[in-house]
């Protein structure tokens, strides 16, 4: 019984906030703040690349040739960025050759091969 109560209170407390929000103007708002959410996921994605991108190139430098896989570059590096972009897809490394490689992130919809794709040759 009071954990009906409880939950009364808690939604009713929920259902205040949120057209409190509404009368602050929350409709017009809300377009910006997942506009502002998606460029941040993308800014984090290419903070991402870019982390690995040093992590790849310090391997590079001290191996003589670029890692055939991600998991060889963990083993060696101890500057080893994140694998992941702002949307939790893994990013794909394709190594081009012994100096040049690929980096790739899904993208928000998170599939590989699409418009929204991100992809960055070094």
Same mark, same amino acid.
């Given at each position: 019984?009071?954990?009906?109560?409880?939950?009364?209170?808690?939604?009713?407390?929920?259902?205040?906030?949120?057209?409190?929000?509404?009368?602050?103007?929350?409709?017009? #708002?809300?377009?910006?703040?997942? +506009?502002?959410?998606?460029?941040?996921?993308?800014?984090?994605? $290419?903070?991402?690349?870019?982390?690995? $991108?040093?992590?790849?190139?310090?391997?590079?430098?001290? #191996?003589?040739?670029?890692? $055939?896989?991600? +998991?060889?570059?963990?083993?060696?590096?101890? #500057?080893?960025?994140?694998?992941?972009?702002?949307?939790?897809?893994?990013?794909?490394?394709? +190594?081009?050759?012994?100096?040049?490689?690929?980096?790739?992130?899904?993208?928000?919809?998170?599939?590989?091969?699409?418009?929204?794709?991100?992809?960055?040759?070094?």
């Amino acid at each position: 019984m009071k954990i009906r109560g409880f939950l009364i209170v808690i939604v009713l407390g929920v259902g205040i906030v949120y057209l409190l929000w509404m009368m602050k103007g929350g409709k017009e #708002q809300l377009p910006r703040e997942v +506009k502002a959410y998606s460029e941040m996921g993308l800014e984090l994605t $290419k903070v991402n690349m870019a982390n690995l $991108k040093t992590a790849i190139f310090i391997f590079t430098a001290e #191996q003589g040739r670029t890692p $055939k896989d991600l +998991k060889e570059l963990r083993a060696v590096s101890r #500057q080893f960025g994140a694998t992941l972009d702002s949307w939790g897809t893994a990013i794909k490394y394709e +190594k081009l050759s012994d100096e040049n490689f690929r980096l790739i992130s899904a993208g928000k919809d998170r599939v590989f091969n699409t418009s929204d794709d991100i992809a960055v040759e070094y």
